[in-house]
């Protein structure tokens, strides 16, 4: 279901869901 980070909605502030995708990578990275 967290596949909609890809693709956000136009309303909702794209910025922020990118940046909590890109927490989640680090953390899974790490």
């Known amino acids: 279901m967290e596949t ?3 693709m956000p909605d136009p309303q909702s ?3 922020e869901c990118v940046q909590r995708y ?3 990578e ?3 990275r790490e």
């Open 13 to 15: 502030n794209w910025e």
């Open 4 to 6: 909609r980070v890809i």
């Open 22 to 24: 890109w927490e989640k």
């Open 26 to 28: 680090k953390k899974q």
